[in-house]
């Protein structure tokens, strides 16, 4: 483990690096941006990087605390999907302006990569068609929270193993459950952001979901991909880690 130790010390380097740009885009934004709210908004969007830094960090350094700062770090993100939505609400100057200024407007049910979705009709932009895209970004922080929850009495019964593939198991259908939430997610807040990026030119909307977009992804279905490949033994181990260990590293 002495010989690995200086790749135990780049990810900490890389995590204060982080911190300082946090800290310097946090001061920015507090400099530049009148709105309090719309403060509240960018500090929380942009402290998704740092969580997760450090939440990956906790997790490289103690391997046990791997499942809880996952779970810490994906509830964050759900949360800041919606927040995200509510910046893009703002953008507008408040849901009911963003309801008129979207009026009659209707959003096509497949857009790239949801094409699967091509049988739905249009979606008509309304209040209630935006209450369930804010309900399906929603659900996905219900439903990690819920999982979390079953899975670690499971545990402490000794009826759950994390990185266990096998069809008794309750991993299994844990990360299919995570999988098929994450798409949810993703597909409610993909639909928010085809029916506003047109009203809202000038925004910088894309780059702005994009990156959103790329976390959600990763902190959704990385821990699972991993853990069924480490069940595999896909991935090599060298001690004192063993292989399903090192894949929810």
Not at 89 to 100: C, E, H, Y
Not at 107 to 112: G, H, K, Y
Not at 143 to 167: C, K, N, P
């Amino acid at each position: 483990i002495k010989d690995e130790l200086w790749l135990f010390l780049i990810p900490a380097g890389l995590a204060l690096i982080l911190l300082g740009v946090f800290l310097e885009e946090a001061g920015f934004f507090l400099r530049r941006i009148p709105s309090s709210r719309r403060q509240r908004l960018y500090l929380w969007i942009l402290g998704m990087y740092p969580v997760f830094t450090f939440t990956s960090l906790i997790a490289l350094y103690v391997p046990r605390s791997s499942s809880l700062c996952n779970f810490i770090a994906s509830l964050y993100h759900s949360i800041t999907l919606l927040k995200f939505m509510g910046l893009i609400t703002d953008f507008f100057g408040g849901k009911a302006r963003m309801l008129a200024a979207l009026s009659g407007q209707q959003v096509s049910p497949d857009p790239f990569p949801c094409c699967c979705c091509c049988c739905l009709p249009l979606v008509a932009i309304n209040s209630s068609s935006r209450g369930w895209m804010m309900a399906a970004v929603l659900q996905l922080s219900v439903v990690r929270s819920i999982l979390f929850f079953v899975t670690l009495v499971l545990w402490t019964d000794e009826q759950y193993d994390y990185g266990d593939v096998d069809s008794v198991n309750p991993n299994l259908y844990v990360n299919g459950i995570i999988c098929v939430s994450t798409f949810v997610s993703f597909y409610g807040h993909l639909l928010f952001y085809k029916a506003t990026k047109g009203a809202l030119r000038g925004y910088g909307l894309r780059a702005k979901f994009i990156c959103v977009i790329v976390a959600l992804v990763l902190c959704g279905l990385q821990s699972g991909i991993l853990e069924t490949v480490g069940a595999l033994e896909v991935i090599p181990c060298t001690p004192p880690f063993s292989v399903l260990t090192r894949s929810q590293r």
